[in-house]
């Protein structure tokens, strides 16, 4: 019997490709003892089953990485301790986490994370059981956040997405495309796009769930932030990039597919804040499952269609 | 039969001058296919109906003007393509228009907005039908906004307020009063008011509907905005203008007489704003009908009297 | 008989060691007229009942401080005219208070409150009826604010915390100890504790209640706040502060004890505020109710008992 | 006999345009009882002789306007009282001037300055005997800066360049022209030129001296502004405009003319200005002396021809 | 034989109240090893000649307080080593001192500096032979800075002038006075007067030398502070204080009465500062001889009388 | 004959180990035409002469990279025409460079610098001749400023020093160190030594020249900066670091060695610069020459020894 997939068909009047789920948040504030919120996490199908890794922050405001188990997508049980990432003797020691992506790549999975070294920066670590991690090298200097890996090697090299940016809330951000031979030392550093022209993304962008791949391109969601008086709005947007040169945009839609709307988006610690962090895809039908943070206090789940993605991406994208 | 005016009793214990519509409000978010958000706008009466200029904000975050029409002011349909308001030869051309004002001066009905000029400036433009419409030139250099028209000349010239500011959110703002002979060269200009000293008003103020004329004086709703620490409060205030003189103010109140209260103005894309920008009266019942937008993000409706109006500037204005 | 201590029992599931007044908010808006908001407030026994002074804030949306008299320590009649403290001759004159505090000392209450002398500071006054209140000199040099007295002289002085703060939103905060002789010089500053290093109060940390006295050090319940790229976030902390050197932190709780999270904490005014301003505790079942500011808009009420607030902070306490 | 023109003949390895005068500066610090400095001043051939208005800043730090006579245009008498220019019954009071231009057109000469009225705008007066000043209208709402009129009417109308700014030292800054048939209403506002894209501009611009008419175009010398980590530097640019649509720049310099190289730019009370405000020219000879503020301190001289700057910007600009 | 006096005559058109030493800086960078400037300091007359406490900071950029020793006031003798400044037990622990000013009451001599105990404040410490040094208590919580005791008890309380400030560069700054019967309590607190209205003093003030005792009042030198685009310039005024009550300004010069000129003045690590601190006073001659610190990096000696100074505050004062 | 080495010997009293050359700046303002200023720049031995490459800020404030070419490292002659670095097919295009640093490793000499690819991070380029010039890909994302290779592999491996940075005057700033298999890919990024504790060095340090190898470590000379109200601050700083493990700090001086203090140093475009950026050493006899930028406006010249260097960081380092 197959893994159930997270689903709910679209309302009748949806006019964008993507639609919520309709008993969101899945994950709502105090989710287990010690523990705040749990938004801007990551989720992958594993072992007949999914498995995740959340950023879960606790009472002190500082936010750690759980791992945490589903048979559905949407129910979740979490282990009650971070995930033990060590650094090796003479490497980098590491504070917090925050923000993971998720990323299977041949037979192992990996984390990318915000990671606390002298500012924040991109932590790499790898499992294959979501029991025993290999902490890596960090992929960049500081000051850098939204590392998101692509799911399969391009052109021999480990690919990343990530967006360079400052110690606090930075006012600023594109999006930019490093590969690797070795996931150790990065380089050929490429711009991919950046904030604006229009004002929903205006201040910054970064990276949300892994590109998902497609024939006619690698379909990327990613967030596009706006500064308004009062403060920051987070929404989503979507771009098509070329399959093996990334850094070409294809596509590119000035609206925004998600924008924070639901009371539990437009208030919570973070007001306003819409932010896709995961996705999983049924080969089989093509659906599409988002996990996006609200608010920086609960998650979301959201629903798509490869195809619907595609379609409007090449009827609304310039 | 005459047209409907929108009205509503007051609730029996209002203790201010202005009291909601009970069914606010009346413009939603994504009121019609491609637009997220209306709100900010401006109504007139207009050919045994209503016809109104409205702040259309795309899913790109770009705002455009939108006609609407309504038969009874409340319920609204919206033209789907914004008006065509263009430059001429050799003339300033504009890329973004929000917060409209609308005001009928002789046979004319004049839309004043925040145009874009190297910076936020008046944008004028005239029609007599709400079909075709004729821009004029900018009324000011940039950086201003809330440009708002007199209901007829005053000493032989049109009459208006604004708001120098600045490029951004712009921290300060005072209510300026110019005048023009040929609506293209605007002189005479006059400090009419200044931001506080009471702190709901301490950070700006902007002109909000078209004054209202009474033998007393102009009746002025204007907005006035305090700055927290979690960003700006627009609240509406209220103040009585000299008749021939505009910008001797005979009265302020220094309390508001609307302050963000409802969830659909406390929440929103811009937390806590009731921006008032434009009003109906009905000149056989003294009724007065104001149209404010709520949160950057919805219209609300709201009702008064002239002479509520009036009786509260003159026991509470100083 | 007894006066009626404000309580509720804790819900089943309680695991902070503070729980809230299911019928939250006890004062809401528009409390009486004239007045837009009650917050920040602080209450004490007095002659059979409560008594409390209250920040107040008008429609102008500056604060002044009311007496309030309730039999129940939740519902409450306000004075509808301001405290009446007038400086001496000679004396500075002040035009403005709010979050005040409230406090026994002997035979005498002491209000302290945020004070207006160019800029803000600790103002100081006295009554023993709460009709009639003598004004003392201000404590400190503006700017300061969360003035707090304990309740009994320490080695022989009048003793008080408080935070040197700026003119505006104050980024930063810590609560320094104080010390006099006769109320009107103040000496011996010493440093208790210091925003940081937690997340949820690495902006600044003040004072809440005035501490309450246990054989094990006073407790004391203070705001933390972060900031967020959408403004602050005020949440509520625990610490244990030495008996006869209170500025040595015995104890102090790296996570918060309460976050704003309902629906009047997170919207309003200033979203996301929970700001404990206020104590009451029944010596004889160490129960303790505490009055706290929700979103700079309205009041609540919370629940707590010595006991708990002890072994909480000696449990999870550094 | 001709008035004597101000004159030094060029170093002999002169690459740019225009030269220093090797006495450099002509009015140093304390020029007069009371005053302080002397800088961003302005002069016309008057009567046989040299008029101008000057910047006077007294040790208050306010600046006034003072008028000063010159036989040689290199050293000046200053009037010991500034310029009584007064505001009619019901218009604008005014407290301060500074930075004046200077333009005659027709018979009246036009000063121009930056003028307190709730923020900094453009102050207009004229004389015909610098004894008797008529104040007129301020040409536009605050903020605005650098106004500077053209020496003739342009198809029928008065035509001026500002700067429109902000209350303090402005971050930005572009070039616009506006006309006006009556000297009190202005209008048909065009954008000139704005900052960048050169870095020694980048951070804003604003029109020196009165541009000078020559058959090719009008010659304008402007400042450009670029922001150091320790503040802004001041230097001189030149570009050419239309004779009749002078808002179309038929060449502009890339790189600056002068910058603040000598000791008495470099440093004073705001180092790093070179800040051009005056030109005199020579009809017979073509010969042109500028007069500069140097650090916003002394005065100082500088020397070109017409010829030579039409021949650099010809063949520099772009 | 007398103590010499520090003196030169004014020049022949000395127009201010004020004049430089025609030797300056009397002392230059790196005077001694390890130091590499002594500047903002203060001196005494003390057995037959004179001692001074200078701000002397390291090669490091700390500022640490070093005593000096000199038989006419221009040519000093540094200590190798800083004050011996130790904070009792349970008391404050400091680290670095900056800004001392210098001021016998009685028998004693009283230093007061910019003192680091969590943010700079006023430190206070007594001596009478510049060998052996008490630490007193802190005057005040921080932030303060320009702690200036007055040179006798007043009412029967020593007095002191401050300017509350913040922890870094600080952009606002009043005057106060406080008293204190013990040297360790201070209360009573009473604004003096406030920064501008004048531009030179517009940003901040700050109490310069002990004030001088006159018939006629204190006299007070102190900086007043405006901030340029390039930059904080701080020059000199002059005030004068009732005697008995010296919060109320009797006359207070609306001009600066020096400001930074010199190239030793306009240049060095702060360029424009021109820093008074410290005043000898002749008795037998009215001579008054001005210490001050030149642009952070050295220090400069002026002259006055005190007759002048009456003189030149009650002519200009207002 | 030998290669001439820049060479004078220290004054008599030279406390700290380096000396300014008495001729100093080398290369002064406006050094060839279309050029302002030359600062900031790297020489190197090359074919019995010296070579460099050199920061030519033109005329319109852009900079871009001029070889020089010397007898005897003192008197220049530079390239009228920028170095021809040109970006391969698919890869970065670039539009400026500034700072550049010069370093031999093997038979190649590599430039490093700061390069405009969506903000500023670490060009580099090889060439043997200087003539040919090949460049490579960016060594790391934007933004990042002052890369410093090592003159030899370590570990097998590339190894640079870089300043992760942001977009402007960049007011935070640590060094960081990373190695590269290929000059393309760089990774195992280590942290090693950040701004401040000491003030001179506290808002942001940025390697130098190319480090010293010496028996006892590498020796680093790094700019350490500190801010003023009126601006930065940058001096030189002195450290040794582990030969094998570079990020290992074996010792670091508390002062500085060299700060600003001549006219040409704390007057110029950016006054209080000196900024030190190459280093010759003459392996028989241990002279060190360093090139450094004065005031961002001209070139200087100073002097050391390795022997004085060493001993100087071992008696003064931590």
């Known amino acids: 019997m197959s893994t159930p997939f997270p689903w709910q068909e679209p309302p009748a009047d949806c006019e964008l490709p993507i639609w919520r789920y309709t008993r969101n948040p899945i994950i709502n504030r105090n989710p287990f003892p010690g523990v705040a919120k749990i938004y801007n996490s990551a989720v992958t199908p594993f072992d007949g089953a999914y498995a995740g890794v959340f950023r879960a922050e606790y009472r002190t405001g500082m936010s750690h990485l759980h791992v945490g188990r589903s048979a559905d997508g949407i129910h979740w049980d979490f282990a009650p301790a971070p995930i033990p990432v060590t650094a090796g003797a003479d490497e980098p020691a590491f504070d917090y986490g925050y923000d993971p992506r998720l ?4 037979e192992e ?13 991109i932590g790499l670590a790898s499992t294959r059981d979501f029991k025993n991690f290999t902490q890596l090298e960090n992929a960049f200097l500081p000051c850098n956040r939204n590392g998101v890996l692509f799911p399969r090697k391009i052109n021999g090299h480990y690919a990343i997405l990530s967006r360079p940016s400052d110690q606090g809330h930075t006012p600023f951000g594109d ?18 796009m950046g904030a604006g022209p229009e004002w929903w993304q205006a201040k910054k962008i970064g990276a949300g769930p892994n590109p998902i791949e497609t024939p006619a391109g690698w379909l990327l969601i990613y967030h596009g932030v706006c500064g308004t008086c009062n403060g920051f709005i987070y929404s989503a947007g979507l771009a098509l990039l070329d399959l093996e040169r990334p850094w070409h945009v294809i596509k590119r839609c ?7 709307e639901e009371p539990y988006e437009v208030t919570g610690s973070v007001p306003n804040v819409a932010f896709p962090s995961s996705a999983l895809v049924d080969a089989a039908t093509g659906r599409v499952a988002f996990y996006y943070g609200a608010a920086d206090t609960v998650t979301g789940l959201a629903f798509s269609t490869v195809d619907r993605l595609l379609d409007y991406v090449n009827t609304h994208g310039k």
């Not at 990323?103 to 041949?106: A, K, P, S, Y």
């Not at 999975?109 to 920066?121: A, R, S």
């Open 103 to 106: 990323c299977r790549v041949g």
């Open 254 to 260: 000035p609206g925004y597919i998600m924008a924070p």
């Open 175 to 192: 999006i930019f495309y490093s590969v690797s031979p070795d996931l150790t030392h990065w380089g050929q550093h490429r711009f991919v």
């Open 109 to 121: 999975y990996f984390i990318t994370w915000c990671n606390g070294y002298h500012g924040p920066t």
